[in-house]
């Protein structure tokens, strides 16, 4: 079974411009959700879909970053404009919710500086 | 809101050692996971405890939810230098997304 994929696996952009991240979950997982780990850092979530709908932002800035899942399969992640601070490590995971608690697999990341 | 506290920060043992990382959290765990990331890449899935007083095991590392269900410890046996990496608990929030500590970053010299 394929596991979540996620690119580019790096970025460099300066800032002010605009980036954007892919993500594919594993085949089957309605729930995607985008983490944000800051160097020294355990993730924090931004996102959380199930299927196309969003279940959680309220931890995503939402006057740069955007984030869509259109046909409930893949997602993107957008910033625009860059800032310094946003440099990071971008995850995407995704879960099957057969069970309440169930297992959320992560993809390798995107790793994003901000020159 | 929630906190999670991981110690130690860090840690760096001698192959062949037993080693033990804690979590604790602020507040009652529902479910608690635990992954493994190396550097420059993502979560590695080790466990998810959900049951107070539960133990789980695999090869050489066990993991315990205390009866409380506010702590939990991750145990490594006999360590190897493939179990280096840095160590992140996980709490599950109502929307099952997760809620991690800082992470423990764990150096096995060989």
């Known amino acids: 079974e394929a596991g979540v994929a996620q690119s580019p696996r790096y970025k460099i952009i300066e800032k002010r411009q605009s980036v954007a991240f892919w993500c594919n979950p594993i085949s089957g997982h309605a729930t995607l959700y985008w983490y944000q780990q800051i160097l020294g850092q355990g993730p924090k979530l931004l996102i959380q879909?199930?299927?196309?709908?969003?279940?959680?932002d309220s931890q995503l800035p939402k006057d740069r970053f955007s984030a869509e899942r259109l046909k409930g399969v893949d997602s993107t992640l957008k910033i625009q404009p860059a800032k310094l601070e946003d440099s990071a490590v971008y995850l995407c995971a995704s879960s099957s919710p057969r069970t309440y608690t169930d297992t959320q697999y992560f993809g390798p990341g995107t790793r994003l500086t901000v020159l | 809101s929630q906190e999670l506290e991981q110690s130690p920060q860090s840690l760096i043992v001698q192959e062949g050692k037993n080693l033990t990382i804690n979590c604790t959290s602020s507040k009652t765990l529902y479910g608690l996971y635990w992954y493994k990331q190396k550097y420059g890449e993502g979560l590695i899935f080790l466990m998810m405890?959900?049951?107070?007083?539960e133990e789980k095991s695999h090869e050489k590392i066990t993991a315990k939810l205390d009866e409380k269900k506010q702590q939990s410890s991750l145990h490594i046996t006999a360590s190897q230098p493939s179990h280096a990496g840095i160590y992140l608990c996980?709490?599950?929030?109502?929307?099952?997304?997760?809620?991690f500590g800082t992470g423990t970053r764990l150096t096995v010299i060989p």
């Open positions: 879909f199930q299927n196309n709908g969003v279940v959680d």
């Open positions: 405890l959900q049951k107070g007083g």
């Open positions: 996980g709490a599950a929030r109502i929307a099952n997304n997760l809620f």
